[in-house]
């Protein structure tokens, strides 16, 4: 049986961030690592700079500026706002110039992002794809749907049941004296509506 400490090693959990501040701090590795101690810091990667751009998507009110990125990986729970709060507060920066993701919120940064870069193409007024869509609605739809009706057919299957030796095949005849009293009975007059009610005659005003 596996004991509380290997349950919890097992169970264990990592929340890993991408910290990206504006400007260059190649030695902000060490002052991270010290600000996050207390949501004990497994892990920091090496910096890493991105060349410097005129704009930038994650600090858009910076121009002509780099942004220096490193990923860190912490064994305690912890957000990516209380993250941003300590990291801003070490390397005495403004919360403008700091973005903490997680890695959730950075697969979900990558979609919404992902048709930033200009095509060249002007999309209005431009004609949609001409496609009449006949595979979905039209005669060509109808005469496939008939076609793969017409592939199976449903016929009903007989299933003979476990008594059916015992019962009769044709209704029974009755016999016998009791069959004589129905048959006479049905052939008597039945007292209501069988005989017309004969209606009194009036009498005459002078009439005795």
Known sequence: MKSFKE??????????????????????????????????????????????????????????????????VCGYPVTSLQVRNLVAEA???????????????QEEDAINHQFDEKSGKAL???DYEKENNQDLVGEKQKMKLLK????????????KGVNDKLLAKKAPI???????????????????GSKQV????AKTAGGQ
């Open 7 to 72: 349950y919890l090693i097992e169970s264990k959990q990592t929340y890993e961030f991408k910290i990206k501040i504006a400007g260059d701090h190649e030695s902000c590795a060490e002052k991270i690592k010290h600000a996050l101690a207390q949501y004990e810091v497994e892990s920091v990667s090496d910096v890493k700079r991105t060349p410097i751009q005129e704009t930038h998507v994650d600090f858009p009110e910076h121009t002509n500026t780099n942004v220096t990125i490193c990923d860190i």
């Open 91 to 105: 390397l005495n920066l403004t919360h403008m110039c700091v973005k903490v993701r997680n890695l959730k919120e």
């Open 124 to 126: 209005l007024g431009a």
């Open 148 to 159: 793969e009706l017409n592939k199976t057919k449903h016929t009903g299957e007989q299933y």
């Open 174 to 192: 009755e016999k016998g004296p009791a069959a004589k009293n129905f048959e006479s009975a049905s052939k008597s007059v039945s007292p209501v």
């Open 198 to 201: 004969k209606l009194p005659q």
